[in-house]
């Protein structure tokens, strides 16, 4: 990640108070998930959700194929069913010639704080026939919408009871972690926090990732913003993003173009915490010392992270991925 232009500021999201309408915070969500999927080429080379999965199978390499991956922050289901259709796309057919240019994470990308990440020669030996599974979860489930993306897919699932990030249940561990005999099938837990981290105060991050570390083989922490200039004109272009595609997306729902155009709440709830959101949006170094110091044994955990660019010029997907060493 970029240097930041200021320091980190905990503000407020409309979208999180409990005075806001619900029926605007799905408009706003639904707003949210598109930025996560849609691309526009030739500005885009591929969505960043894509672009996770891209990222995923690059930095993990052969042992991309050895987790279960749960979202624990799904929300209303986000980008995560994209993310597994992508990365189960490349997994159950392999290309020899891959290459991260290939896939879109060529322009704009780095790693720090850890080892060299894996050649795409080694991720092509992940076997064809199977592959790696999804599950959503949150401490607000939204099941109605997770059983949609579900039927869409025979590798996503989802949880229906409430499930805290900082205190995942025993059972759902076990059903989904190395030990579990059921669809995990022995693979190790990887947790997913799809533009969700920044959301969580230093106090309840440390829960998080010491849950985290005291259950889990790995975790990916991923971004659209962060503090810096090219994050605050991403977020303001979004907006304007929005009003252009909004008839060609939502040309079905005149209710959704009423708060979009008429009284533009949708565009400005996005943009004003798109903006907090960069606040809040933690760099690397800021979550390391977070999980150094989350009360856990991290001596046998490493840390990576890049930046990856998905929109030109300025839009770029942080990532931070976490694993936990073999002994």
């Given at each position: 990640?970029?240097?930041?232009?200021?320091?980190?500021?905990?503000?407020?999201?409309?979208?999180?108070?409990?005075?806001?309408?619900?029926?605007?915070?799905?408009?706003?969500?639904?707003?949210?998930?598109?930025?996560?999927?849609?691309?526009?080429?030739?500005?885009?080379?591929?969505?960043?959700?894509?672009?996770?999965?891209?990222?995923?199978?690059?930095?993990?390499?052969?042992?991309?194929s050895a987790h279960?991956?749960?979202?624990?922050?799904?929300?209303?289901?986000?980008?995560?069913?994209?993310?597994?259709?992508?990365?189960?796309?490349?997994?159950?057919?392999?290309?020899?010639?891959?290459?991260?240019e290939d896939k879109?994470?060529?322009?704009?990308?780095?790693?720090?704080?850890?080892?060299?990440?894996?050649?795409?020669?080694?991720?092509?030996?992940?076997?064809?026939?199977?592959?790696?599974?999804?599950?959503?979860?949150?401490?607000?489930?939204?099941?109605?919408?997770?059983?949609?993306?579900?039927?869409?897919?025979?590798?996503?699932?989802?949880?229906?009871?409430?499930?805290?990030?900082?205190?995942?249940?025993?059972?759902?561990?076990?059903?989904?972690?190395?030990?579990?005999?059921?669809k995990g099938k022995?693979?190790?837990?990887?947790?997913?926090?799809?533009?969700?981290?920044?959301?969580?105060?230093?106090?309840?991050?440390?829960?998080?990732?010491?849950?985290?570390?005291?259950?889990?083989?790995?975790?990916?922490?991923?971004?659209?913003?962060?503090?810096?200039?090219?994050?605050?004109?991403?977020?303001?272009?979004?907006?304007?993003?929005?009003?252009?595609?909004?008839?060609?997306?939502?040309?079905?729902?005149?209710?959704?173009?009423?708060?979009?155009?008429?009284?533009?709440?949708?565009?400005?709830?996005?943009?004003?915490?798109?903006?907090?959101?960069?606040?809040?949006?933690?760099?690397?170094?800021?979550?390391?010392?977070?999980?150094?110091?989350?009360?856990?044994?991290?001596?046998?955990?490493?840390?990576?992270?890049?930046?990856?660019?998905?929109?030109?010029?300025?839009?770029?997907?942080?990532?931070?991925?976490?694993?936990?060493?073999?002994?």
């Amino acid at each position: 990640m970029a240097e930041p232009w200021i320091p980190r500021m905990h503000l407020f999201e409309i979208d999180d108070q409990p005075w806001f309408p619900p029926f605007l915070r799905a408009y706003v969500q639904t707003g949210l998930t598109h930025a996560w999927t849609v691309a526009l080429p030739p500005l885009q080379q591929c969505s960043p959700a894509t672009l996770v999965a891209n990222t995923l199978r690059r930095v993990l390499g052969a042992s991309v194929s050895a987790h279960t991956y749960i979202d624990f922050c799904a929300g209303a289901g986000g980008p995560t069913p994209f993310i597994e259709q992508a990365l189960n796309a490349q997994l159950l057919s392999p290309s020899p010639h891959a290459s991260p240019e290939d896939k879109g994470n060529g322009r704009g990308s780095s790693v720090s704080n850890g080892a060299a990440s894996p050649s795409y020669a080694a991720v092509a030996s992940t076997p064809k026939e199977e592959g790696v599974r999804f599950v959503l979860t949150d401490l607000h489930p939204h099941v109605e919408a997770w059983e949609a993306a579900a039927r869409q897919s025979a590798h996503l699932t989802y949880v229906p009871e409430p499930v805290d990030a900082a205190n995942a249940p025993p059972d759902l561990l076990k059903r989904y972690g190395e030990n579990g005999n059921g669809k995990g099938k022995g693979k190790g837990v990887f947790r997913l926090f799809n533009l969700a981290f920044h959301h969580f105060d230093d106090g309840l991050a440390r829960a998080i990732l010491r849950n985290t570390v005291e259950t889990s083989d790995g975790f990916g922490i991923f971004e659209l913003q962060d503090r810096t200039f090219s994050g605050f004109l991403t977020c303001g272009l979004f907006g304007i993003f929005i009003l252009l595609v909004a008839p060609f997306l939502y040309w079905w729902s005149p209710a959704r173009l009423f708060y979009i155009y008429l009284l533009p709440i949708v565009p400005f709830v996005l943009v004003f915490d798109g903006v907090v959101s960069c606040l809040r949006t933690r760099t690397p170094d800021e979550v390391e010392v977070l999980l150094r110091t989350c009360g856990a044994d991290t001596d046998d955990w490493t840390v990576q992270s890049g930046r990856e660019r998905h929109l030109w010029p300025c839009g770029y997907l942080n990532w931070i991925i976490c694993t936990k060493r073999k002994q």
